[in-house]
């Protein structure tokens, strides 16, 4: 995980030309924006302007899809809590992200091609299905959408037996907390505030009514060596996705926009500019 990046300082903020919402003045590529219509979060533009929306993983930021929307252009959103962004106002899981990016959609007009990868996945899925007039395919990568049969969460052998002793009552809510934070994944240890307590509700989350109301196509891009969310879960999902198909990277991991841009860029394009017969 890399630690959460701060904003590009000293540059100036403006506002985008895809929407009178944003000023309707034309933005310097690549430069930084401030969204004021949706509470302050930051993105950014790579390449051109197509009508993309990109939204990164849990601990990182919008730069994460420079290799990729630079080939197809688009734009970037730090989620709140990640990059420049402030962090929610309270706790919630991807279902409550959406409700923040919503107007994103909204000043973009659409449709749109939406992209996420491991939690910016999450929340693209509950986008699309509120939104399906604003959102004509939707790009995942490595996203925990489905809970495979069997499957339990990581948990330390210690964390697990002092959060039994808490639910016996036989410790204090601060020792299972000090637990978690000791024991805890890198994520939690590493979130803050409101940012652990939303992390620990999206760790719960599975999307199985979400893949089955999905009205636009979906294509999932996976790294076969991803350690994080295996192929099975996007086998899984394919089979709940009433227009989906599942594209399957040889020696990649979890971080596709970092390992394999193109293929991204790839499965984006294809619904920008969709030939006779494509899945759409």
């Known amino acids: 995980m890399l630690p959460n990046r701060e904003a590009d300082a000293g540059r100036p903020a403006y506002h985008s030309p895809a929407s009178a919402a944003w000023g309707g003045k034309p933005a310097p590529k690549g430069s930084p924006m401030a969204l004021e219509t949706i509470g302050g979060l930051f993105g950014e533009r790579f390449g051109g302007d197509a009508p993309v929306l990109a939204l990164h993983g849990w601990g990182r930021d919008r730069r994460d899809w420079a290799p990729v929307l630079s080939a197809t252009g688009g734009w970037a959103v730090d989620l709140p809590g990640f990059g420049a962004s402030p962090p929610p106002p309270r706790a919630m899981g991807a279902a409550g992200y959406a409700t923040l990016v919503e107007p994103v959609l909204a000043a973009l007009g659409g449709p749109v091609v939406l992209a996420g990868h491991s939690f910016g996945g999450r929340v693209a899925v509950h986008l699309a299905v509120r939104q399906p007039d604003r959102v004509r395919g939707l790009v995942l990568a490595g996203v925990p959408l489905v809970r495979l049969p069997g499957a339990r969460p990581r948990v330390s052998v210690r964390f697990r037996a002092v959060r039994v002793a808490r639910r016996l009552r036989l410790v204090s809510a601060e020792a299972l907390d000090r637990a978690r934070r000791r024991y805890g994944s890198a994520d939690y240890r590493a979130a803050e505030g409101v940012m652990r307590q939303v992390l620990v509700r999206v760790v719960t989350e599975s999307y199985e009514q979400e893949l089955g109301a999905l009205a636009c196509p979906v294509h999932l891009v ?48 294809a619904w920008l500019d969709p030939s006779p017969g494509e899945l759409r």
């Not at 996976?222 to 020696?251: F, Q, S």
């Open 222 to 269: 996976w790294g076969e060596a991803d350690g994080v969310v295996p192929p099975p879960v996007a086998t899984r999902a394919l089979t709940l996705i009433p227009a989906g198909r599942l594209t399957l990277l040889p020696g990649v991991g979890h971080d596709v926009p970092a390992e394999a841009p193109g293929a991204l860029a790839g499965a984006i394009a």
